[in-house]
């Protein structure tokens, strides 16, 4: 499932210190801490793209703790699809819920994108 919104892209992923938080939903809710490293390929508000070394499985739910925008942001989601590249596994995940840091940075973002493309439609500035 393709995003409609803009991207953050990175050309030199960054690699990340995080805890993901893996969300097992059985009889009752089970949250795994795991500390690992991972790569943000590119963000947007509604969803992520990142590498790591984990394991994780196609409709997981996961909580991402990062330094991205604030000393810490949260992101809960699903990953919605993976792929293996040489020794690590890149991830698709839906975000579900951000904290509001997260939201306000790539919302400020995507307003920012939406209007330089309309200035460039009309003829540019005036």
């Not at 209007?115 to 009309?122: A, R, S």
Request: glycine content about 4%; some cysteine.
């Amino acid at each position: 499932m393709k995003r409609s919104t803009q991207r953050i892209e990175f050309t030199n992923p960054p690699l990340a210190d995080t805890t993901i938080m893996l969300v097992e939903e059985k009889d009752e809710v089970q949250i795994t801490k795991i500390l690992s490293k991972i790569k943000f390929v590119d963000l947007s508000v509604t969803g992520l793209c990142f590498s790591s070394e984990l394991d994780l499985y196609k409709g997981q739910k996961i909580i991402i703790r990062a330094k991205l925008f604030s000393p810490t942001n949260h992101i809960f989601g699903e990953i919605k699809w993976k792929e293996q590249n040489s020794h690590e596994m890149t991830y698709g995940l839906e975000i579900i819920s951000a904290d509001f840091n997260y939201f306000q940075y790539m919302n400020s973002y995507e307003n920012y994108i939406q209007n330089k493309n309309n200035e460039l439609l009309v003829g540019g500035r005036q």
